[in-house]
């Protein structure tokens, strides 16, 4: 099992991520109570409400790094207990962006804000390339 865990957004299945599944373990989410096992690990990701749940995950098991992406407007990162938290979205996620600008800017942990150049709110070829850039390909 790769060490870096992957969960997708809502109703999104691993079979939804054959490319990143090379990298990343693409964790299998039951969307109708939205839990999941992913014991101790150090590099969790999360897209969209997938991400949600990774900070739920981040709430109970301290992660190294956090890598938050185009995620849901959310009041705060209060329980989050991550070194570092990097939000990533789409510079045509116009919604998404100026809600997590705002999260970012009320963390007050390690962090990093970075908009990536023609994405929007799906993980194409653009968007993949960035998490893989962050995670040194998983």
Avoid: Q
């Avoid at 992957?6 to 939804?16: A, C, Q, S, T, V």
């Avoid at 693409?26 to 991400?51: A, E, P, Q, Y």
């Avoid at 979205?89 to 970075?114: C, D, P, Q, W």
């Amino acid at each position: 099992m790769k060490k870096i865990n992957f969960i997708p957004g809502l109703g999104e299945k691993p079979r939804d991520y054959k490319a990143l599944s090379k990298y990343f373990n693409i964790v299998n989410i039951d969307w109708n109570n939205g839990k999941t096992k992913l014991g101790k690990i150090d590099t969790l990701i999360g897209f969209s409400l997938g991400g949600i749940i990774a900070m739920m995950h981040a709430e109970k098991s301290k992660v190294k790094t956090l890598i938050l992406c185009s995620i849901p407007p959310i009041d705060n990162l209060k329980g989050v207990k991550a070194d570092m938290i990097i939000f990533l979205v789409g510079s045509k996620e116009i919604f998404a962006t100026k809600h997590m600008k705002r999260v970012y800017k009320n963390y007050k942990g390690l962090k990093k804000f970075i908009i990536i150049k023609g994405a929007d709110h799906k993980i194409g070829s653009t968007y993949s390339k960035a998490i893989l850039d962050l995670t040194k390909g998983g």
